[in-house]
């Protein structure tokens, strides 16, 4: 039905509730983008958070299933297959993206008991104008190859703690960082 929230989804003819508040995808989001964790592991965490009822799914329902959150994550979109450039993080930029969802939302999300992740993330794409916006525009004219004009050179240049996206790294690589660092000092 047109402008309704799913709060369930349809796997192989059989209806499962789920969990869709943005918190609970929130974490299936960061999980997904977790170094540490292999392919199999995300898709059950995933599995796991988003169908309460996910004991007593069948096993072969798994695919179908990690199918439909994905879809339902992505706002009901089936996924086009192109790769985007990463231009933003949710953990990365909690500090930045929550206050500009707000101002669109007109209250403090975070504190209400729920709101539903397609109204959440209605909600993060009607941003507009605010800091958040002008990093991810600058983080996209960048990803493109795009040139900053001169005023976008010393914002990016003066706001490099919040402009530059850190790489996601395994506590292996970081390690390895570290006693490179400790060499170089």
């Given at each position: 039905m047109i402008g309704a929230l799913p709060k369930s989804l349809l796997i192989d003819g059989i209806e499962y509730d789920i969990r869709s508040?943005?918190?609970?995808?929130?974490?299936?989001?960061?999980?997904?983008?977790?170094?540490?964790?292999?392919?199999?592991?995300?898709?059950?965490?995933?599995?796991?958070?988003?169908y309460p009822g996910f004991d007593d799914m069948p096993q072969e329902q798994y695919e179908a299933a990690f199918?439909?959150?994905?879809?339902?994550?992505?706002?009901?979109?089936?996924?086009?297959?192109?790769?985007?450039?990463?231009?933003?993080?949710?953990?990365?930029?909690?500090?930045?993206?929550?206050?500009?969802?707000?101002?669109?939302a007109g209250y403090e999300t975070r504190s209400c008991d729920y709101l539903?992740?397609?109204?959440?993330?209605?909600?993060?794409?009607?941003?507009?104008?605010?800091?958040?916006?002008?990093?991810?525009?600058?983080?996209?004219?960048?990803?493109?190859g795009k040139k900053l004009e001169k005023w976008e050179q010393e914002y990016w240049r003066s706001n490099k703690r919040i402009c530059v996206l850190k790489p996601?790294?395994?506590?292996?690589?970081?390690?390895?960082?570290?006693k490179l660092n400790a060499l170089l000092d």
């Amino acid at each position: 039905m047109i402008g309704a929230l799913p709060k369930s989804l349809l796997i192989d003819g059989i209806e499962y509730d789920i969990r869709s508040d943005f918190r609970d995808v929130l974490k299936i989001v960061v999980a997904f983008s977790d170094p540490e964790l292999g392919d199999g592991e995300k898709v059950y965490i995933c599995l796991r958070i988003l169908y309460p009822g996910f004991d007593d799914m069948p096993q072969e329902q798994y695919e179908a299933a990690f199918r439909a959150a994905i879809e339902f994550i992505d706002n009901g979109q089936k996924d086009d297959g192109r790769p985007s450039p990463r231009v933003m993080d949710w953990e990365q930029d909690e500090t930045l993206v929550f206050p500009a969802i707000n101002k669109v939302a007109g209250y403090e999300t975070r504190s209400c008991d729920y709101l539903h992740w397609w109204t959440f993330i209605g909600y993060y794409m009607e941003i507009s104008e605010g800091v958040y916006s002008s990093v991810l525009n600058l983080r996209m004219k960048r990803a493109k190859g795009k040139k900053l004009e001169k005023w976008e050179q010393e914002y990016w240049r003066s706001n490099k703690r919040i402009c530059v996206l850190k790489p996601k790294l395994t506590e292996a690589e970081k390690e390895a960082r570290d006693k490179l660092n400790a060499l170089l000092d």
